[in-house]
């Protein structure tokens, strides 16, 4: 039998409590102002992952991005993400259709296309999304490479998504290709967090949070 410890310290043990301050804390505490509703609902989810109430100065939208991202998801649209990170942290019950979530990092193709081409596997998976790109929501939050790829193939004449969530973090590409994609002028909604900030847990609060308006 396991045996508890004993309580030495003072903390809340109740999860639905928990999450509840929490998000109550990041509204009272977070500049929200540059947001509509709908943006701050989703911007919400994202400080409350990252514990940054200073997030919102690198957060922008594209003012259709909430709404052509929650279109889609509701019509059924896949999900393309650059790691598997961001797919285990995307909500499967919170998915309004639910939706496919693809990730082709492991592939072995992704590996050959790699190295035939001389750039990563995370860029090299994006190709192979195919066609299934039209429309879909993509969530890129770990890797600068598939971003540019991703850019690079739609500039190309290739598909294009619904909606694009490029949060990638790290110091190399990083900032570059979230800026690339705000200023692309390609017609696909986007949400980018300018900067070296990113991530795999933020590329997967987006997603919950525009797939469904509840908060908690």
């Known amino acids: 039998m396991v045996k508890r410890p004993e309580r030495r310290y003072s903390y809340e043990t109740n999860g639905s409590a928990i999450s509840k301050e929490s998000f109550r804390i990041v509204r009272e505490g977070a500049d ?22 200073d ?17 889609a998801l509701r019509g059924g649209a896949p999900i393309f993400v650059d790691a598997n990170m961001v797919k285990s942290g995307i909500t499967r019950r919170r998915l309004p259709a639910d939706n496919e979530v693809h990730c082709f990092l492991r592939d072995q193709r992704a590996a050959v296309l790699a190295a035939e081409w001389g750039t990563t596997r995370s860029a090299a998976a994006v190709s192979l999304w195919g066609d299934d790109l039209e429309g879909a929501v993509v969530a890129i939050g770990n890797a600068p490479t598939a971003l540019f790829h991703l850019l690079e193939v739609i500039a ?13 973090v790290g110091f190399v590409g990083s900032a570059e290709s979230k800026q690339a994609l705000a200023d692309s002028d390609f017609g696909v909604p986007w949400l980018v967090v300018h900067g070296y900030r990113g991530g795999s847990a933020l590329a997967a609060s987006a997603i919950n949070a525009l797939a469904s308006e509840f908060e908690l």
Do not use: Y
């Open 32 to 53: 929200l102002t540059a947001f509509t509703p709908d943006e701050a609902q989703v911007a919400v989810r994202m400080i409350h992952t990252a514990g940054d109430l």
């Open 55 to 71: 997030l919102p100065r690198h957060i922008v939208f594209h003012p259709g991005l909430v709404s052509a991202a929650r279109g």
């Open 156 to 168: 190309d004449g290739g598909p294009r998504p619904a909606a694009i969530i490029g949060v990638p």
